[in-house]
């Protein structure tokens, strides 16, 4: 396949992407309600606020009153959003093509008290092609369907901040101390996505403690929901000890998911012309062999407009006497603006056969 000839149209495809924007302003409402009044009628007055305190989406502080919150969100709530393209492919893959991929998250927030909170995430996405797929970049796959991604309450106990949701990780508690922006999916946290990146099996409950010193302690159990903590369901443990600085991290992690322990190392180090992030894993399956992997990774901060990032990892956690494979990536992340971001990318995966993928995603945040 000439790869990097139907990459070619990658820059063209990203120039489709320029969003455009409607002022509501210019909508003519008795127009449209004169256009054919016998077989349509539209009441300009069903479009006005019927409050100036009813915002549709806004932040706000303190005790939500109810009183002004009728036909719209209380002033407590905010919402986020954030879009992904993806133009690539994969040199070595199954399929060899050049494709379009997309995910979407959407972040709900709302607060009662003004010092809890209770969030969603919905995601959607189409997960189309290799470079999108779980050796890449792992986009969402949801099928086009709208999917809950974790819903959480999270508020204060004493000194310590207490998670409770659904469909959400373990280590949404964690400080975590990897400082790397990675390309593709399994350079995520360092290296240690099954320790400082535990996940969860849909209920959770975590907690986190914050000392002045910079020092925090955070622990946290998932479980089935259907089967919470009973040998019927699959249960997660995992406990975090991090310490961060101005200049540095560290982050060390302990994960027990029943037929498998995972002990995870993160840290990081800010020197003035660059980042060095670092990460190792080990993982001890029930009836077999330890396993080792480990992470290396440079983020260069003042490179022209962007930064530009330089990763080595493990492909895998292996055993001693294991064939070992790695994958290499670059990446190089610049903004256009305050809400667009396009980051080209290149990455090698060793296996039986290498994979050599090829990439630009456009990220919207708004």
């Known amino acids: 396949m000439k790869l990097f000839q139907q990459l070619l149209v990658a820059p063209a495809a990203i120039g489709l992407l320029t969003p455009f924007s409607v002022s509501a302003s210019d909508i003519n409402l008795e127009a449209i309600s004169n256009y ?64 379009f991929s997309y995910q979407m998250g959407i972040g709900l927030a709302t607060s009662f008290t003004g010092e809890d909170a209770l969030s969603a995430t ?45 469909n959400t990780d373990i280590s949404a508690v964690y400080t975590g101390a990897c400082a790397y922006s ?59 000890a991090a310490y961060t600085a101005d200049s540095y991290g560290v982050s060390l992690a302990y994960a027990d998911a029943e037929t498998t322990t995972y002990w995870g190392l993160n840290a990081n180090y800010a020197f003035d012309f660059a980042t060095i992030s670092v990460g190792a ?43 070992e494979y790695y994958t290499y990536e670059a990446s190089y992340s610049y903004p256009i603006n305050d809400g667009i971001t396009i980051t080209p990318g290149i990455y090698v995966k060793e296996g039986t056969t290498d994979d050599t993928g090829f990439g630009v995603k456009t990220s919207f945040s708004f």
């Open 281 to 323: 894993e080990s993982e001890d399956p029930d009836g077999s062999s330890t396993k080792d992997g480990f992470f290396v990774g440079l983020s260069f901060p003042e490179v022209g407009a962007g930064t530009f990032d330089l990763g080595l990892a493990t492909s895998a956690n292996y055993a001693d006497g294991d064939t």
């Open 182 to 240: 990675s390309f593709t999916d399994y350079m995520g946290n360092c290296g240690t996505g099954n320790s400082v990146g535990v996940g969860g099996n849909g209920v959770t409950a975590g907690m986190s403690y914050a000392f002045d010193s910079g020092f925090s302690l955070a622990g946290g159990v998932s479980s089935t929901p259907t089967s919470i903590l009973t040998e019927e369901g699959t249960d997660t443990f995992g406990l975090e």
């Open 36 to 99: 054919s009044d016998n077989n349509l009628e539209i009441d300009g007055n069903l479009f006005k606020q019927e409050s100036s305190n009813n915002i549709l989406l806004s932040g706000g502080e303190g005790l939500v009153d109810t009183s002004e919150t009728v036909g719209g969100f209380s002033e407590t709530t905010t919402a986020s959003f954030g879009v992904d393209f993806l133009v690539g492919a994969v040199d070595g893959a199954a399929s060899e093509a050049t494709t």
């Open 122 to 166: 919905i995601d959607i996405g189409n997960g189309a092609g290799a470079i999108a797929g779980a050796d890449g970049l792992n986009f969402d796959s949801t099928t086009d369907v709208l999917t809950l991604d974790g819903l959480t309450y999270t508020f204060p106990v004493g000194g310590a901040t207490v998670m409770v949701g659904d």
